[in-house]
């Protein structure tokens, strides 16, 4: 490893060369260039230096195996079943030549003000500044060579620093003694409950003791934190001002929410907290976001959170000034130690901490390294040496502390913060500590870690040994400490004597999201949002206007730009992306921030969207709708993303939940790869405000069609989505249900369906089975009227292609499957077949149902035709709710069951496309 020499040593080296060389000369007597020889006394002075120069290489060279391998020598477990002591020979000062009498300089090579000592002195150092029982340290792989110097410098003197004032050391007494308390007490009063409390982690609680300090003191406004259930109830009511009378009345078979609130609700821990908390007498926000039993799946939601502040607050990138990214805004995130080696999310996370649109300043991470997975050890638990590993691979530091000692997790919490501050980098802490009862407290852990346990039964506990360390130390006594459970012990049983009576507060609809409400329950609402067209041909042209220098593709300029500007002109046969581009510029043109991310979204998956442009000589990007004049000023990003789904789909909500009034779209390159999303939506996105009372408005675009292109190009899994909506077969929806689900045909009817997700009065998730081919179909585009003042989103487009009295048969279809058979009826001449789209699934539109059927009172064949196969697409959806609803028989067309969602043989799908089409005009 190389690192940067000081000037002195500089200058050493070239006095060691200049003596060493032999010096050139010209000998005038022979008139040519020679060497003159070095005098013997030279030769003398040459090889001493030549030595010392040796010796300091061999003492820096000892010095950084410490810094590279002290770590696997530190005793940092507190309940290690190992036996002896390794030795490394690359800690060895012999394996360097180096003897133990020996005198070295350590000038500029530690921390350590002496200039020089004994090489036994010196090994000594290290070994207790790398190789100790509380604290060590990897970064040795970091690249940057100013970081890794920041981390050696302050690292290496933590061992000078002054030990914390004893009344800090009583505060973090206290909170570990209420910790404890906590667990004891839940343990005697629902002694039944998986509390998954924090006993053996109890230190986490001077983690996040010095995190609200240094916080305030770094003038930090927001902290977010993502936290698995390990100790979470526990921390809450310590330290971040949740009642524990809230958590009573919950265990007693309540609800968390106010009665009048109609809510599925969650288990005790998964609960949330979002306070103003004082610290040192100032203000601090917290908010814990919301946390399924998915293990490491709220990370990403609180990375977005954080991103969204930090937007809002006009921290770096996002401000008008030259602030530090993330200057008010802290992402922290918890990790358990099983979940970080095991989840692919969190790959999926890191990959994202410095990508453009996705970074948040560097985010502060804890392990609570419990060595156990479940129940499985920890070592079979993973392929790496430490469960941190994964952290190298964005060249993060860890530092390893071990959980008996509060007060070191409190030094390296402190020293990973200002890294944090310093360099806007992830930074980790690994928490060596231990579950006292296993997996949850009604575990036997000993099945299959027997000896591990037999340590952990047989040891005190964490706060009781930090109370004697203290109490030895005459900074807490016993009975001072005794005085603190007993008032803490006291106060949990006087909420839960107020438990029954405990009634929460509404917190649903505060802050940013006030003025917003919960959707209509009885009843679907309509919303005008159409837009003069004056305005929104100016929005038109200014979708595709760039500066007068700006390289534009030359394909671009023909077929992209003086295309739309054509159709803008005219006002007819606007197609899809110009639709989108009227949805989004109106949208910012009144104020809204709107954010697409996913791969490539700039152009979009089929070359259509074109909402960036990219200089073809300088590769500059440029987003023509940023540029438009007048308004209030709404920006759109386009977040090119990493290639992934989980961890993207939940930053985009975690952006969502945040802030009501900006857009947040969602695109997956083809409809199904939503499904490596699968956690993300069924345990936020669909669920989120029944379980936790969280709104959003997330849009999830899903490019869905049969175009032969096979199974993994063809369905978004339509019925995937339909199956977790909790609209029902037995009576009218209103908006309440938990997520809209649209199949727009026509370009107007996207453009509506988009500026309807701000414009009502509340927020509910959107699923668009968005086009493909209809992208550039002729007959799939609108004209200037579907956009104007008093136009809106159609729940079912009617057919104006026939008479009513005609009619002996009503086909329903949704999507692009619509223009097939229109096509077909054409070709057939088949006018007393009438085809009715529903645009909208979710909610199930009755109404408007009934009245495009009222005028077919007559009819008694009705059919549900759809390219799906039988046990996919929206028929198992829209058979029960139109023959409980309507009271009519439905027949089916389309393909039959299958395993999965097209055939990849050309000649079959072209069979296949030719029979469901043909099927409803023979049925």
Sequence with gaps: MLRCFSHAETRFAALLFAQTRPQRCYHSEKGVWGYKPIPKRDYQVAEEVRAARNAQANVYRLVEAFRQHGHKLATVNPISIKAGTEELQELSPAFYGLQTQETVRTAGLLSSPQMAQDVAQLEQLLKDIYCGSAVSAEFSYVENLEEREWLAR????????????????????????????????????????????????????AFFWQLLRDSVQANIEHVVLAMPHRGRTPLQAALLNMRPAKVFRKLSGASEFSEDIEAMSDVISHFHVSEQLEVLGRPLNFSMVRNPSHLEAANPVAMGKARSKQQTRGDGAFGPDSQPFGQHVLNVILHGDAAFAGQGINQECLNMAYVPHFEVGGSLHLIVNNQVGFTTPGDRGRSTAYTSDLAKSIQAPVFHVNGDDPEALARISKLAFRYQREFRKDIFIDLNCFRRWGHNELDDPTFTNPLVYQIVHQRQSVPDLYVQRL???????????????????????????????????PTYFEKQWAGLQLAPSKELTYWDTGVDYGLLHFIGQQSVSYPADFNIHPHLQKTFVNARL?????????????????????????????????????????SHRHAMLVDQKTNEMFIPLNSMEGGNGGKLELAHSILSEEAVLGFEYGMAIDNPQNLIIWEA???????????????????????????????????????????????CRIERFLQLCDSKETSADGDSVNVHIVSPTTPAQYYHVLRRQLARNFRKPLVVMGPKTLLRLPAATSTHEDFQPGTLFHNVLGDTKVQADQVRKVVLCSGKHYYALAEEREKRQSYDTAI?????????????????????????????????????????????????LIGQQLHYCGRCEAPTPATGIGKVHKREVDEIVAAPFEL
């Design 836 to 884: 009715l789209r529903l645009e909208s699934l979710c909610p199930f539109p009755l109404q408007e149902l009934q009245a495009q059927l009222a005028q077919y009172g007559h009819v008694q064949s009705f059919v549900w035709s759809q390219e799906e196969h039988r046990n996919m697409g929206a028929w198992t959806f829209v058979r029960p709710r139109f023959e409980n």
């Design 471 to 505: 109490a030895k130390e005459e900074v807490l006594s016993e009975s001072q400490a005794k005085e603190m459970r007993d008032n803490y012990m006291k106060y949990l049983g006087e909420e839960l004597a107020l438990a029954p009576s405990y009634q929460p507060p």
């Design 154 to 205: 302050n690292f290496e003197s933590l061992e000078q620093q002054h030990q914390l004032p004893d009344t800090e050391r009583r505060e973090i007494a206290e909170l570990l003694i209420k910790s404890q308390a906590w667990d004891n007490f839940m343990a005697l009063k629902f002694p039944t409950v998986k509390r998954y409390g924090g006993e053996g982690a109890e230190s986490m609680l």
């Design 669 to 715: 390159q083809f409809g199904d790869f939503a499904n490596g999303a699968q956690i993300i939506i069924d345990a936020f996105i669909v669920s989120g405000e029944t379980k936790w009372m969280e709104s959003n408005a997330l849009v999830m675009l899903l490019p869905h069609g049969y175009d032969g292109a096979a199974s993994e190009h063809s369905s």
């Design 566 to 606: 054509k159709k803008l002109e005219a006002g007819s046969k606007i197609d899809w992306a110009t639709a989108e581009a009227l949805a989004l510029g109106s949208l910012m043109y009144q104020g809204h921030n709107i954010r697409i991310s996913g791969e490539d979204v700039g152009r979009g998956t089929f």
